[in-house]
């Protein structure tokens, strides 16, 4: 009998995004998607609402109260490991992944057969990302288009002659993290981390399909992402973020008035070109197969818009305040 597996996640985006994450992996053979959705939102709960096996919480001020936190955590880690250690602690799978709502499983049955091989002393099986890009001056027709990028090996060698001096602005070659997220077995008692497990148990590395990250599903999505980061409070203890993550962040703070060098920035850090192509293809690092969720959608019955503006309007609905504070032009 091949193992199970279920999927969670603490969402705070368009709807669009939360339908697809559902819908995508339950067609991929997930058990069960549980989403928490870290604010309420009706567009959402309704698509949702039309799928089997997807579970929604909404996490507002009543649902927080009655939690042993008491009220709602200031960190939205905090509340993402809150919700996940909850449904490992119930689900009745094999297998929990705990991801965010911009990370797809590429290939549910190839995972599956990685956890039905995963030897006994396995207690979390870890999906390496790969993270989407687009070749430069190409326009993607939804918020999915693009190609995908790995970690590259050897990064103080290969780093520059990718990306030349732009290099310290990716960790090992990419915009987010590389440390991928995990497949805890369940049952094992194991404390859900946001990448892996506390204290790292022992494990594997699935080696036949990877998990697709797409770090900003636009432009506008990307840039928001670092602004907010560039404005949280400060936070004791080491970089929570990463030297690479934190100057991007905080390159893009300096620059948001100035929009061509903004601009500029996210460019570098989003687009491939001719010469980048060829050397990611040259190490091994490149996935060109793109990624649809229109059939699983239809299939479903759902018909969320995908397109870039639509995803944008909804972010700037969402985001209205901090946008008008801190770029008035993009508000």
Not at 17 to 29: K, W
Not at 179 to 206: M, T
Not at 257 to 264: D, G, K, P, Q
């Amino acid at each position: 009998m091949k193992p199970s597996w279920a999927v969670v996640t603490t969402v705070d985006e368009p709807a669009a995004l939360v339908a697809t994450f559902a819908t995508h992996h339950l067609a991929q053979g997930a058990r069960a998607v549980h989403v928490f959705l870290d604010q309420p939102d009706l567009d959402a709960q309704a698509m949702l609402a039309k799928l089997p096996r997807c579970v929604v919480t909404v996490c507002d001020d009543a649902y927080w109260a009655a939690s042993e936190k008491g009220k709602r955590p200031l960190i939205h880690t905090a509340r993402q490991l809150h919700n996940a250690r909850q449904v490992y602690a119930q689900t009745d799978a094999d297998w929990l992944l705990h991801c965010d709502g911009d990370e797809y499983v590429r290939d549910g049955a190839a995972m599956v057969q990685a956890l039905a091989e995963a030897p006994a002393e396995a207690m979390y099986m870890r999906l390496l990302v790969a993270e989407r890009a687009y070749p430069k001056g190409e326009i993607g027709a939804d918020i999915f288009a693009g190609i995908f990028r790995h970690a590259l090996p050897d990064y103080p060698r290969n780093g520059p002659d990718v990306y030349g001096e732009m290099a310290e602005f990716f960790h090992f070659g990419l915009t987010g993290h590389k440390a991928g997220k995990a497949l805890s077995r369940v049952g094992a008692g194991l404390q859900i981390g946001l990448h892996a497990p506390n204290l790292k148990p022992v494990h594997r590395v699935i080696q036949t399909t990877r998990l697709l990250h797409f770090d900003g599903l636009t432009r506008l999505h990307f840039t928001l992402k670092l602004l907010r980061r560039a404005a949280e409070p400060p936070h004791g203890g080491s970089n929570r973020h990463g030297e690479a993550r934190s100057l991007q962040f905080q390159s893009l703070r300096e620059a948001v008035a100035e929009v061509a060098l903004r601009e500029e920035l996210v460019s570098v850090l989003k687009n491939l070109d001719r010469q980048q192509l060829r050397q990611l293809r040259r190490l091994g690092c490149l996935d060109e197969v793109g990624f649809d969720p229109h059939a699983v959608l239809a299939a479903a019955g759902l018909a969320p818009d995908l397109s870039v503006a639509a995803f944008d309007a909804s972010l700037r609905q969402r985001h209205a305040a901090f946008l008008r504070q801190h770029a008035p032009d993009l508000a």
